[in-house]
């Protein structure tokens, strides 16, 4: 048997650095926050497996969510000017003061856990997208397999809370998981090779929860 070539071995670590990109230990802090999710749940208009499922298939299609994943792209090859103007626009979209502090932070303990690995990345102020599309390009990360495995990211990040929040048992969870994976290669695929600036979002019902989200008596999450 041939031992495997430099650039099968290269390929195969580029992919596991993506698993740990997209790993639930990594620590930014995903697990604290609900992104309107807590909102629908406490108001009775998300209840079970299939308005989780509804709600994830919605954002997937039309949420600001795919035009973030949209830019990925351009932003793994973007110098400073362009990092900078590209992460201002995508927390702009952010109506909830919330959401655009959940994203700082994570970007920022991104950016942080980098440096600490010895990466450098560059000292600026970014989002969860802009610092996601850095810390593929530390990792050597392809376009296409960044926007799948920002997707895939955020639809465990939401199961996560799911779990906390709905009447959904871990099973339920890893089956709608299973699921989605179709639907996340599918938008993967067309958000990749797509304008971002061409895009639009229709995610009102997400974004009106999550400007809710600070008004809860009682709550679980940060968003």
Do not use: C, K
């Amino acid at each position: 048997m041939a031992p495997p070539t430099v650039t099968a071995i290269a390929m195969t670590t580029s992919r596991l650095r993506l698993f740990q990109l997209i790993s639930p230990a990594l620590p930014v802090g995903a697990f604290s926050y609900s992104e309107g999710l807590e909102v629908l749940v406490q108001r009775g208009l998300l209840l079970d497996g299939a308005g989780v499922r509804a709600w994830l298939v919605a954002e997937l299609q039309r949420g600001t969510l795919a035009l973030e994943a949209a830019s990925l792209p351009g932003l793994l090859l973007a110098e400073v000017a362009e990092l900078r103007e590209r992460d201002s626009w995508l927390l702009a979209l952010r109506e909830a003061a919330e959401v655009r502090a959940q994203q700082r932070q994570m970007g920022a303990s991104l950016l942080g856990l980098l440096a600490d690995l010895g990466f450098n990345p560059p000292a600026l102020n970014l989002a969860w997208p802009a610092a996601f599309a850095l810390a593929g390009r530390a990792l050597g990360v392809a376009a296409t397999e960044l926007v799948e495995a920002y997707l895939y990211g955020w639809v465990a990040n939401q199961l996560s809370a799911a779990l906390r929040l709905v009447p959904l048992g871990p099973t339920e969870a890893q089956r709608l998981q299973l699921g989605l994976a179709p639907l996340i290669a599918e938008r993967a695929l067309e958000l990749a090779a797509a304008d971002p600036d061409q895009l639009w979002s229709g995610g009102v019902g997400a974004g009106l929860a999550q400007l809710r989200h600070a008004e809860l008596y009682s709550r679980l999450f940060r968003s």
